[in-house]
């Protein structure tokens, strides 16, 4: 059975940094997009970053461009989203997912999350 779970979450003061981990088990299939999504209190889930199953192309939300990383161990089976000059609004859960390309890239598979604080 496919499990992801994230690590690396914690209290950081503005400006800090953190390295958030995804470690993806179980899965027959080990071609697949990899992403992070957010969740802040009260609000609905968006889309932090995400890399192609090659590891070829990436995606950020604007919000986050030009701080966060992301990148894959594909030997590892884990991605990782480096978080440099956190802010306050970035305070969030952050969930990593699966998406195959035989279910049409649709992220149908989740971790549990990790909580980010971002706080002096």
């Known amino acids: 059975q496919l499990q992801l779970v994230e690590s690396g979450g914690g209290l950081v003061q503005p400006g800090g940094s953190l390295r958030l981990s995804c470690a993806a088990s179980g899965s027959t299939w080990d071609y697949y997009a990899i992403g992070w999504f957010l969740q802040a209190p009260g609000k609905e889930r968006e889309g932090v970053s995400c890399i192609s199953a090659s590891g070829s192309s990436t995606n950020y939300a604007d919000s986050v461009k030009g701080r966060f990383t992301i990148s894959r161990d594909n030997a590892k089976n884990t991605v990782y989203l480096q978080m440099n000059s956190l802010k306050p609004e970035d305070t969030a859960v952050y969930y990593c997912?699966?998406?195959?390309?035989?279910?049409?890239?649709?992220?149908?598979?989740w971790g549990q999350g990790t909580q980010v604080t971002v706080s002096s």
């Open positions: 997912y699966i998406a195959f390309p035989f279910e049409n890239w649709v992220p149908n598979y």
